[in-house]
């Protein structure tokens, strides 16, 4: 027997595990964590469960992910900036996992 599962999500998601800091529109750091997967349209955080992250917040992300150079090779790592907006929050025992939506890419 099959069983189909619908997912909310309209893009395919990939586990990735990199350094996430979540800023306020001022710039100053609310949050520091790992990613634990992410899509064209969104991203899943894993952070302390201490930080006070609540549904419908808005957060500018800053991603660092790995560069890749021109023949396809792994090179210096580059930083990735989004305009977010949190989705949902899990509690995970002494983590809190995120789902943010990616409203704007910044830089």
């Known amino acids: 027997m099959t069983v189909m599962v ?4 309209g893009t395919l998601r990939i586990a990735a595990a ?12 609310i949050a520091k964590g790992r990613t634990a997967n992410i899509s064209q349209s969104g991203i899943y955080l894993i952070l302390p469960a201490r930080n006070e992250i609540k549904p419908g917040a808005s ?5 660092s992910l790995p560069g890749v150079d021109s023949r396809g090779r792994l090179g210096a790592n580059r930083t990735v900036n989004y305009r977010g907006r949190v989705v949902r929050t899990d509690t995970l025992g002494q983590l809190l996992g995120v789902g943010i939506e990616l409203v704007r890419k910044l830089s």
């Open 18 to 29: 990199y350094p996430v800091v979540i800023r306020d529109r001022r710039g100053r750091v």
């Open 6 to 9: 619908r997912e909310r999500r």
């Open 59 to 63: 957060f500018n992300l800053e991603l």
